[in-house]
């Protein structure tokens, strides 16, 4: 039977662990813009998702807050493949495709198009399954983040549903916040009630001209 010190000692030697390959497996990792030769690997981190619950917005005396609904039962689901022109993502100015790779295997990517705000909308976000939670989709923020920048826009948005709640979790513990809800975008679906609009502004000595 283990003592509360060796029990203790257990868990930090199993957190280390997992800490030290995670870091381990991004150093790994190279982050590459689309090209043609990578079209192919374009939609491979398509894998489904668990819904286990929703964010439940209200907005009070101009700002947002949130309260979290978990789900009795979760579920699986995958977003459809996206059929684009993917050859206009490649050497723009206005929009990109990023695609994460770890030994030659396409495990993530990152869609990011200019906005009319100013912003840098992140259209898509992807890890394949057995690489979540090893810190794939933080790389894949950052390069949108750098990308976004370079472009001289003013922070990143993107849209979730309200029942992505991993996703949601995700976006705020990476500092984007709630700025606006629609339920009216996603009325011709019956499985969606609302859209979340999330924004990360980038520091205020950003010049908005």
């Given at each position: 039977?283990?003592?509360?010190?060796?029990?203790?000692n257990?868990?930090?030697?199993?957190?280390?662990?997992?800490?030290?390959?995670?870091?381990s497996?991004?150093?790994?990792?190279?982050?590459?813009?689309?090209t043609?030769?990578?079209?192919?690997?374009?939609?491979?981190?398509?894998?489904?998702?668990?819904?286990?619950?929703?964010?439940?917005?209200?907005?009070?005396?101009?700002?947002?807050?949130?309260?979290?609904?978990?789900?009795?039962?979760?579920?699986?689901?995958?977003?459809?493949?996206?059929?684009?022109?993917?050859?206009?993502?490649?050497?723009?100015?206005?929009?990109?495709?990023?695609?994460?790779?770890?030994?030659?295997?396409?495990?993530?990517?990152?869609?990011?198009?200019?906005?009319?705000?100013?912003?840098?909308?992140?259209?898509?976000?992807?890890?394949?399954?057995?690489?979540?939670?090893?810190?794939?989709?933080?790389?894949?923020?950052?390069?949108?983040?750098?990308?976004?920048?370079?472009?001289?826009?003013?922070?990143?948005?993107?849209?979730?549903?309200?029942?992505?709640?991993?996703?949601?979790?995700?976006?705020?513990?990476?500092?984007?916040?709630?700025?606006?809800?629609?339920?009216?975008?996603?009325?011709?679906?019956?499985?969606?009630?609302?859209?979340?609009?999330?924004?990360?502004?980038?520091?205020?000595?950003?010049?908005?001209?």
């Open positions: 039977m283990w003592g509360i010190s060796s029990w203790r257990k868990v930090d030697l199993a957190f280390i662990s997992k800490r030290g390959s995670r870091l497996m991004q150093k790994q990792m190279k982050v590459v813009p689309l043609l030769d990578l079209l192919k690997d374009v939609n491979k981190a398509n894998d489904p998702f668990s819904i286990f619950g929703r964010i439940v917005p209200s907005f009070h005396h101009g700002s947002w807050s949130i309260e979290e609904e978990l789900f009795d039962e979760s579920k699986e689901t995958r977003f459809p493949d996206d059929h684009l022109d993917w050859e206009s993502y490649i050497d723009r100015k206005d929009k990109a495709v990023f695609l994460a790779y770890l030994e030659n295997e396409c495990i993530g990517q990152v869609r990011i198009i200019k906005d009319v705000t100013r912003f840098c909308y992140i259209e898509n976000i992807a890890v394949r399954k057995e690489y979540r939670k090893h810190g794939v989709g933080a790389i894949l923020l950052d390069e949108a983040e750098e990308w976004a920048r370079v472009q001289k826009l003013i922070g990143l948005s993107l849209e979730s549903q309200d029942d992505n709640l991993a996703a949601c979790r995700f976006y705020m513990k990476h500092g984007f916040r709630l700025g606006g809800v629609d339920v009216y975008r996603h009325l011709h679906n019956q499985h969606i009630d609302k859209a979340l609009f999330w924004y990360k502004p980038f520091e205020k000595d950003v010049d908005p001209t």
